[in-house]
């Protein structure tokens, strides 16, 4: 069973950096789709930015774009969540989550949360001057 264990949230004042990591228990990244998801008090769960073991084809919401990036260690089995800039709406718990992916990645819906089957705990990131 695959475990995926979130690490590195922190406080910060907007304008600093943090980077998460995603640490995954015994698989091959190559048949894996991996996303960064955050969900706030009261709001929705929503996708951040995703990466894709088959090609390494990265995606970012937009609300992250040019802030984010997402990289992979594959000899530590690692994802990271690089986030710059950080403004107080970024505050949320931050998830990494995992779907196993043969051939065809949907990128159009890489964020719905129902198709992944395996979750970290969370991580808290608050950003708060």
């Known amino acids: 069973q695959l475990q995926l264990v979130e690490s590195g949230g922190a406080t910060v004042q907007p304008g600093g950096s943090l980077r998460l990591s995603c640490a995954a228990s015994?698989?091959?990244?190559?048949?894996?789709?991996v996303t960064w998801f955050r969900q706030s008090p009261g709001k929705e769960r929503e996708g951040v930015t995703s990466?894709?073991?088959?090609?390494?084809?990265?995606h970012y919401a937009d609300s992250v774009q040019g802030r984010f990036t997402i990289s992979v260690e594959r000899f530590n089995n690692t994802v990271y969540l690089q986030m710059n800039n950080l403004a107080p709406e970024d505050t949320a718990v931050y998830y990494c989550?995992?779907?196993?992916?043969?051939?065809?990645?949907?990128?159009?819906?890489?964020?719905?949360?129902?198709?992944?089957?395996?979750w970290g705990p969370g991580t808290q990131v608050t950003v708060s001057s």
């Open positions: 990466i894709s073991g088959i090609d390494w084809r990265t």
């Open positions: 989550a995992a779907q196993f992916v043969i051939g065809h990645v949907d990128w159009a819906g890489i964020f719905r949360p129902n198709d992944y089957h395996f």
């Open positions: 015994e698989f091959h990244l190559n048949y894996y789709v």
